[in-house]
């Protein structure tokens, strides 16, 4: 009786024990995302940043300006270093919903070429409904009026401004991807690229089929970017000091080449 009840008691303590180890196995904590780019690749050279990967480096800068910052003397900030910019064209009310035109964004395309500074334009969208983002994209591909770009057009759907009821807020995750996908297919359609604006929170509104199926430009600020997902700019500052321009004005770092890189040495 003494020996079987040993056995009994041993064969307990082994049972428990695997499913002890069972159990740890199953609540291992899953491997934290890791940032799409290489933090230590990321150099600081004044208030401008460079991705320097070996013989492989991404210095080329850019602003992205509006009517905040009034008029701009382009030759001074090609001569600054900024070698593209994208400029707002226009918005829609945050409120009312109305549409309006940049009042600056004609001078600035006219500008920007002039001075040898390459162009994307962006629009700051409210829209709620495919509807709706069909007539922005209509009415940026009015404005242009066929004007070459070297940046594709960006589509930029944000809360608006701490104090302000953005019409945006309540969209869900399928509402905001179905709007942003109906503004990029539009603006597509009338023979332009397309680009995704946000920071984490905007592009987190967005489907990852959407985030795989447009490239992105990604803005997070005081930070090395820890965005886990693809992204072609950067937008790391909004308080840049750049000659010829009278205030405060959003950087940028384009990372096509890193990406490139990236993704011939995956394929």
């Not at 005081?222 to 500052?237: E, I």
Request: aromatic residues 14%; contains cysteine; hydrophobic residues 40%.
């Amino acid at each position: 009786m003494v020996a079987i009840a040993l056995v009994c008691i041993l064969a307990f303590l082994v049972a428990g024990f695997a499913f002890r180890a069972c159990t740890q196995e199953e609540v291992e904590e899953p491997l934290t995302p890791q940032p799409f780019y290489n933090h230590a690749l990321f150099i600081r050279n004044g208030q401008f940043y460079e991705y320097i990967d070996g013989d492989l480096i991404v210095n080329k800068t850019g602003v992205d300006v509006s009517d905040h910052q009034e008029w701009i003397d382009w030759e001074a900030v090609r001569a600054s270093g900024v070698k593209f910019a994208y400029i707002r064209i226009g918005y829609r009310g945050s409120t009312e919903g109305e549409l309006y035109a940049d009042t600056y964004y004609e001078y600035n395309l006219q500008a920007t070429k002039d001075a040898g500074v390459e162009r994307g334009v962006y629009f700051f969208s409210q829209a709620i409904t495919v509807e709706e983002a069909r007539e922005e994209a209509e009415f940026v591909l009015q404005l242009l009026n066929k004007t070459e770009l070297e940046y594709p057009v960006a589509f930029d759907s944000e809360m608006a401004a701490e104090g302000i009821q953005s019409r945006v807020a309540g969209l869900t995750q399928e509402e905001s991807s179905a709007v942003a996908q109906a503004f990029c297919e539009t603006i597509q359609a009338g023979g332009y690229d397309v680009i995704l604006y946000g920071n984490g929170h905007d592009l987190g509104r967005y489907s990852s089929d959407l985030l795989e199926r447009y490239p992105v430009w990604y803005a997070e600020y005081g930070a090395l970017p820890a965005y886990t997902q693809k992204y072609v700019l950067w937008q790391y500052a909004s308080q840049g000091q750049i000659n010829g321009i009278g205030s405060p004005v959003d950087l940028n770092l384009d990372l096509g080449p890193a990406l490139e890189a990236r993704e011939s040495s995956t394929s």
